[in-house]
C-alpha cells in the first residue's frame, strides 16, 4: 500500500491483505477468503492468524506476523465473515459464525498439511473466537496465542450460558434504520474517524500509515457496515469469554501493551499460576505491538513456540 494514496470518494476494489495465494473457503461460515504463504516444513506446524473485530478488521492488521513467520514456515490468515474480501452479505455476525470461520480455515489447513496440530494467534476480539474453537476442537490445536484479549479486565468475568452473546437487538434496529444508517457508518469510517481509532489503539499519535489507508479502503466497499453494525450492537462479544479461556489446557501465550485505550488485563491475575499460561508485556505499546515493536514479538512468540515443541 502506498503511504500516499489518495482516498477516493466512491469505493473501488480492495487489494489483498497479505501476500501470497488467496484461497476462497465455501464452508459453515459461507464464503471466506483465506490467505497461505510460507514453505510447508517437516515438523513445522502450520500457523494460522485471527485479526480482530471492529469497523474496518482485515487481515491486514496482523501483516507483520504474517509476513515474518511465511518466510520459514506455512502461514495462513482469513479475512473473517463481514471483512475483508470475504462474504460481507446482510446476515447475523455471532461468534458462532467467527469461530466456524476458524474451523473452515482449520479444514483446508488440513486438507495441504494433513490432521496436525496448529499454532493459532489471536488479536483483541478475535482471541474469543480462537478460545472457543480451541475447547470445541482441541486436538486440532497445538498452541494458543492472544495478543491482547478482550474479556481481561479487572470487572466481574464473563462466564454466561455457553454460546451465548451479549447482543442487544434494539440497538441494532437503531443503527441499521435506513434513515441514517448510511450517514452513521460514513460518520464512523471517516478517515479521520479510523485515525482517530487507531491512535487510542496504538496509545500514540504516530500510527501506521499503510494499516490506515488499507482501514479506509476497506470500509468502503459494498456491504461494509453489516458486520460492524453487529459488532457495536454487542453481537460479536461471547457472554462465556472467561469460562473459554479457562478451559484452555493446552499451552497459552498472553501478550499486550501498556499504553492506549486497552491496558486493563487485571484478570490475568486469575491464570497466572496455570502452568499451561506464559505472558509478555511490551511497555510503551498499545493493543498491536507487532507494529510497534515487530522484532521483540517475534522473538517472544518464537521462543513460545519453540517451548511448546
Not at 455471532?94 to 493459532?120: E, F, K, N, Q, Y
Request: hydrophobic share 40%.
Amino acid at each position: 500500500m502506498n503511504r500516499s494514496m489518495k482516498l477516493p470518494a466512491q469505493s473501488r476494489p480492495l487489494p489483498p491483505a497479505v501476500p501470497g495465494e488467496r484461497i476462497v473457503l465455501s464452508g459453515a461460515a459461507g464464503p471466506v477468503t483465506l490467505y497461505a504463504a510460507g514453505p510447508a516444513q517437516p515438523g513445522v506446524p502450520p500457523l494460522l492468524l485471527i485479526h480482530s473485530v471492529n469497523a474496518a478488521g482485515s487481515a491486514y492488521e496482523l501483516r507483520p506476523v504474517f509476513e515474518h513467520f511465511a518466510a520459514r514456515r506455512a502461514v495462513y490468515a482469513p479475512d473473517l465473515p463481514g471483512f475483508g474480501l470475504s462474504d460481507r452479505s446482510d446476515r447475523p455476525y455471532t461468534p458462532r459464525l467467527m469461530t466456524d470461520a476458524i474451523h473452515d480455515a482449520l479444514d483446508a489447513i488440513a486438507a495441504r498439511h494433513g490432521t496436525v496440530p496448529v499454532d493459532v494467534l489471536g488479536v483483541s476480539l478475535g482471541c474469543e473466537f480462537v478460545a472457543r474453537a480451541a475447547v470445541e476442537r482441541p486436538e486440532r490445536f497445538r498452541t494458543v496465542a492472544l495478543a491482547s484479549p478482550t474479556s481481561f479486565g479487572r470487572s466481574a468475568p464473563r462466564r454466561g450460558p455457553p454460546g451465548s452473546h451479549l447482543g442487544m437487538p434494539w440497538l441494532h434496529k437503531v443503527f441499521t434504520l435506513p434513515l441514517w444508517s448510511g450517514p452513521l457508518f460514513r460518520a464512523l469510517t471517516h478517515p479521520k474517524s479510523i485515525r482517530f481509532f487507531l491512535r487510542k489503539t496504538f496509545g500514540a499519535s504516530t500510527i501506521d500509515e499503510d494499516l490506515w489507508a488499507y482501514d479506509c479502503l476497506a470500509t468502503r466497499q459494498p456491504g461494509a457496515e453489516h458486520a460492524p453494525f453487529f459488532f457495536v450492537s454487542g453481537f460479536l462479544f461471547s457472554r462465556d469469554a472467561n469460562a473459554l479461556y479457562e478451559s484452555l489446557r493446552l499451552p497459552v501465550w498472553m501478550s499486550h501493551g501498556t499504553v492506549g485505550d486497552f491496558t486493563d488485563y487485571g484478570w490475568k491475575g486469575q491464570l497466572a499460576g496455570r502452568p499451561n499460561w506464559r505472558f509478555a508485556v511490551y511497555e510503551g505499546c498499545g493493543a498491536l505491538p507487532f507494529f510497534q515493536r515487530p522484532a521483540d514479538f517475534a522473538r517472544d512468540y518464537e521462543a513460545f513456540l519453540c517451548a511448546a515443541s
